[in-house]
């Protein structure tokens, strides 16, 4: 049975920095994609960072590009999503999620089966 938990969320100032992790149990990290989501109420669920074919591809929404990082440390079984340069717009549950395929649209949340319980992220300015 496939886990994912997620974990590393947290109150920050404007500027700051958190580093999300998502710790997966029953799947291989390097196979497939695995892909960071985050959702702010009253709006719809986006990708915003994702990783495929063992970190072979790695792909960023343009509103945390060069901000953030994904990652990932096969021995641990575990994808890290390090956020820097936070603002108040990256307010959101942050969710991880996973599937054992490559995808062709790595932001469709539809094409991931496996979502972890999320992870409250919220910058104050």
């Known amino acids: 049975q496939v886990q994912l938990v997620e974990s590393g969320g947290g109150s920050v100032q404007t500027g700051g920095s958190l580093r999300l992790s998502c710790a997966a149990s029953?799947?291989?990290?390097?196979?497939?994609?695995m892909g960071w989501f985050r959702q702010a109420p009253g709006k719809e669920r986006e990708g915003i960072a994702a990783?495929?074919?063992?970190?072979?591809?790695?792909y960023y929404a343009d509103s945390v590009k060069g901000r953030w990082t994904i990652f990932r440390d096969n021995a641990k079984s575990t994808v890290y999503l390090q956020m820097n340069s936070l603002t108040p717009e990256d307010t959101a549950m942050y969710y991880c999620a996973a599937v054992m395929a490559w995808i062709p649209r790595p932001f469709d949340n539809l094409q991931y089966r496996y979502w972890g319980q999320g992870t409250q992220v919220t910058v104050s300015s």
């Open positions: 029953g799947y291989s990290i390097s196979s497939g994609c």
């Open positions: 990783v495929c074919r063992g970190g072979v591809y790695s």
